[in-house]
């Protein structure tokens, strides 16, 4: 019987396996999926090269930023042309994003006088501001080099992890607590089990025999990769496209596969709303997509479309709410790891992070 049992195997949910582990702690890590790495893994479409699964923007934390480089071992790079939004066809920096959520956070909980909050402030790194851009980084070769680190942690740490198995339901008994998978098989735990914010289980039972069963947020993040024959006019690396009905966010990719593409063709990721996606064809995307592309002088006019594919990731998002219920009611034998966001999520652990560097 393993002491901890960790719910996911994303980069997060693999160091806090090896931080429990460095504690003295026996621990599994479970997953659905067949491949480790969550949400940070590869998709190879035939005659397209590997590479990430969709278009990923890390926040901006430098401390954060450093802490990365040297444990995982890999290179960040600054972003040649920083994130952008697009919004009525003018390119704002994307810390501007960043600048009116603080804003709105501080207002609304000044209004709901939570002046915890507001002590808070100076420790929380999405609430900043910034006067000029800042230098956002991102590994060289995106998701490809998180992906290529997370295995070989798991193999130099020999992690020991349960794939393609979805844990359905949650028992917490007296003395830790039993996972049954889909198929019925049961897996026991002694002491803790960690869950992050995108874990889904159908339902929790407590010692006291009462039941909860969450209710999750699903969304579908969808992705169409292009091979597209031309040159690019204006550099960008993310561009977040507000008021688009289409289009939700697109990224060059290039640069992640040099040396695998002929010259002359780019590698673009554009994230598609599901609405749009369900109700036209792939000639319409490639064609909105391109016809986009060359509206916001992205590419030059003469640029085709060689190639396209596409891949829907499905991910459940649990309430803020669930997250205590949930503690309380196992008795703090279920955890949470907060995990939405790559940068801020381990901001969040550095304090307990720093000691795996010694």
């Not at 969550?38 to 998709?43: K, L, N």
């Amino acid at each position: 019987m393993h002491q901890v049992i960790i719910i996911g195997t994303s980069p997060l949910a693999i160091v806090e396996s090896i931080y429990l582990r460095k504690k003295g702690k026996s621990i599994l890590n479970i997953d659905d999926k067949k491949v480790p790495g969550g949400a940070w893994v590869t998709v190879k479409y035939p005659d397209i090269p590997e590479v990430e699964i969709g278009c990923h923007v890390w926040s901006y934390n430098r401390k954060t930023y450093d802490w990365l480089e040297e444990f995982f071992q890999m290179n960040l790079g600054v972003h040649e042309s920083q994130p952008k939004i697009i919004y009525k066809n003018k390119f704002i920096p994307y810390d501007l994003k960043a600048n009116v959520l603080s804003v709105k956070a501080i207002i609304q909980n000044s209004l709901k006088f939570n002046f915890e909050f507001l002590k808070s402030i100076r420790s929380k790194p999405d609430i900043r501001f910034s006067l000029l851009p800042a230098k956002y980084k991102y590994p060289i070769k995106g998701a490809k080099d998180i992906h290529f680190n997370v295995k070989r942690l798991i193999e130099k740490n020999q992690l020991e992890l349960l794939m393609d198995n979805l844990v359905e339901v949650v028992k917490v008994v007296k003395n830790g607590g039993q996972l049954i998978l889909e198929g019925g098989k049961v897996v026991p735990f002694c002491e803790e089990l960690v869950l992050t914010s995108l874990s889904r289980i159908k339902r929790f039972e407590f010692e006291d025999g009462s039941s909860y069963a969450p209710t999750y947020r699903e969304v579908n993040y969808i992705h169409r990769h292009l091979i597209i024959k031309g040159n690019i006019r204006k550099r960008f690396s993310y561009l977040r496209l507000m008021n688009d009905k289409v289009i939700h966010r697109i990224s060059d990719m290039t640069s992640q596969v040099k040396g695998e593409l002929p010259d002359g063709q780019l590698l673009i990721c554009v994230g598609l709303f599901e609405e749009s996606y369900n109700s036209m064809s792939e000639r319409e995307q490639e064609d909105y997509i391109l016809s986009n592309m060359k509206q916001h002088k992205l590419v030059s006019p003469d640029a085709t479309v060689l190639n396209s594919d596409s891949n829907v990731f499905p991910s459940f998002y649990t309430p803020s709410k669930a997250f205590e219920e949930i503690t309380r009611r196992s008795n703090s034998k279920i955890r949470f790891l907060r995990s939405t966001d790559f940068v801020y999520s381990f901001y969040n652990q550095l304090q307990r992070y720093s000691s795996l560097l010694d």
